[in-house]
């Protein structure tokens, strides 16, 4: 492909608010453009950027330029709104989801240890990350969660197998991994109830107290999550206060 074909597809791509793929490309020429002179250009456009702060990468939904993570730190000083924090109990889940999928609510917790609350599974489906795709043959038919190519969008990821190899199988670890690529997590943002056995040696699933999603923008991406400890206080009532005396 000629000099002038890469630059209208480099141009293309550098104006996109969306990764395009190769079948939106050839649509930039009159003449019939074969698809694999469209796959060399990428590849060459992609060798071109490569010591720039910007690069040329294929993710699931198609290809798309973006700034590299080395420029993290210089381009948000542009902007004020803090990145979003994820708690352990929202990249926990993330990761199990990610990795075991699709898994169950009740899978999620068994590997965790404690209950799933709903607001973490709320913050993941409405940040579009994870979706329900059906359902397990099983009592109750609960729903099977997977991520989505939002999901791997995100991570710049191509697909599930462009995930981190897990060093280690615990969900934290996991989750570790998945924070190294664009999302930031405090592992002691939430405070939470480590699961008991019963006497068979099976979880008992506890209430886990979980963190209070704050939207404080119109946009998800600059919403930020803040994390309260939940008491439990017993209410004593005056009819309680007579069966006591009473037992007295």
């Not at 060459?44 to 198609?62: C, F, P, R, S, Y």
Request: net charge negative; with cysteine; hydrophobic share 40%.
């Amino acid at each position: 492909m000629d000099d002038h074909n890469k630059r209208v597809i480099e141009t293309a791509l550098l104006c996109a608010q969306e990764p395009l793929t190769v079948a939106d490309l050839t649509r930039l020429f009159v003449e019939d453009i074969a698809v694999g002179e469209i796959d060399d250009a990428l590849l060459e456009l992609q060798k071109a950027w490569e010591d720039k702060g910007m690069e040329l990468v294929h993710i699931a939904t198609g290809w798309r330029f973006q700034s590299r993570l080395a420029m993290r730190e210089y381009l948000d000083r542009l902007t004020p709104e803090k990145p979003p924090k994820y708690s352990r109990a929202v990249m926990e889940t993330l990761a199990i989801i990610a990795y075991r999928q699709p898994v169950t609510r009740g899978e999620i917790e068994e590997i965790r240890g404690v209950a799933v609350s709903s607001n973490v599974m709320k913050q993941l489906e409405d940040r579009g990350w994870v979706e329900v795709i059906g359902h397990k043959e099983t009592i109750g038919r609960p729903g099977l969660y997977a991520t989505t190519k939002q999901f791997l969008d995100d991570l710049s990821l191509t697909n599930l197998q462009s995930l981190p190899m897990l060093e280690d199988a615990a969900p934290m670890a996991a989750a570790e991994q998945l924070g190294q690529a664009v999302m930031e997590f405090d592992p002691s943002a939430t405070v939470e109830t480590v699961i008991e056995l019963d006497e068979n040696g099976q979880p008992l699933i506890q209430t886990e107290s979980e963190e209070i999603t704050e939207v404080t923008a119109e946009e998800l991406t600059a919403e930020e999550v803040t994390h309260e400890t939940m008491e439990e206080v017993e209410e004593v009532t005056p009819e309680s206060e007579e069966k006591s005396d009473e037992q007295k």
